[in-house]
């Protein structure tokens, strides 16, 4: 009806939530390892674990600044993070070259698939004793171990990234008559890039785990080689301060990547989780 009226509906503010309430997503993060944190000073001064086994936080720290003053700790670590660096950068490279090539040409893809297909099946811990015979135990050899881990998931990702470009995608190139560079550069990179950005992103953590290894099996020096050091002398404390250390670092990397990641892909938007 003309004449009905439309009753007035009361809407109330959402109150203002306080700094303190909208800082609160934030935290989650962190709320595990305090946790961790307080169960392990719990245990260590309690004695639930022998002092040998675990020693205490406190003690941890102090091992660590013993390490760094006195036994040339930051000289290793440097050292484990250039051959991380260079077997990540060789990998990446490499893994995007071929990955590209490969999925752009069903030639090459035939070409190269059933050799890498079966190198990848080989773990990098069993070309290890090879390589150091060939390169004995210096940085070329753990440098060429990560390469080699590094470089099959940038490889897949980027070969499945672009050839799971939308074929829609490339209808519409035909329409358009685009150049196969141009084809290339505007349609197939930034369709294949989110693929292509998380193969690197999975590599650069195996590059950091990898090292470790390598280190600890084959080398005299870097963050791996304390450790297996720690181990056979029963310096506890120096293990746990190397494995905290390569927490961290492999958490910095991983966010480093991240936001690498968030910067290049701005213009996509996603689910974001609720």
């Known amino acids: 009806m003309s004449g009905a009226t439309i009753p007035a509906v009361a809407v109330t503010p959402e ?4 700094t303190f309430q909208a800082s609160l997503p934030g935290m989650t993060g962190v709320l595990l390892p305090i946790a961790i944190l307080s169960l392990w000073e719990t245990a260590s001064h309690l004695h639930w674990v022998k002092p040998v086994f675990l020693p205490t936080p406190e003690r941890t720290v102090a091992a660590f600044f013993d390490m760094v ?9 440097l050292a484990s993070i250039d051959i991380v660096a260079q077997g990540f950068l060789y990998g990446a490279g490499l893994g995007i070259l071929l990955g590209g090539a490969a999925g752009l040409s069903r030639g090459v893809a ?10 990848r099946q080989i773990p990098a811990i069993a070309w290890l004793p090879l390589v150091v015979l060939w390169l004995g135990i210096g940085p070329l050899a753990k440098v060429v171990i990560i390469t080699k881990v590094v470089f099959f998931p940038v490889f897949l990702n980027t070969l499945q990234g672009i050839r799971g470009v939308p074929k829609e995608y ?10 196969r560079a141009q084809l290339v550069r505007r349609i197939i990179i930034p369709a294949a890039l989110p693929s292509i950005l998380v193969g690197v992103r999975y ?4 590059a950091w785990a990898m090292v470790v290894v390598a280190e600890g099996l084959s080398g005299m020096q870097g963050i791996g080689y304390l450790i297996f050091r720690a181990q056979a002398l029963l310096l506890t404390d120096q293990l746990l301060v190397c494995m905290v250390v390569i927490g961290l670092v492999g ?24």
């Open 69 to 77: 003053i006195k036994q040339d700790f930051l000289h290793d670590f």
């Open 110 to 119: 035939r070409f190269l698939g059933p050799t890498l297909d079966s190198i």
């Open 15 to 18: 109150p203002e939530r306080s």
């Open 251 to 274: 958490f910095t990397i991983d966010r480093g990547v991240l936001v690498v990641e968030r910067h290049l892909l701005r213009w996509k938007q996603g689910f974001d989780g609720r």
């Open 203 to 206: 590599g650069a953590g195996l």
């Open 170 to 179: 490339i209808d519409l190139a035909d329409v358009l008559t685009l150049r």
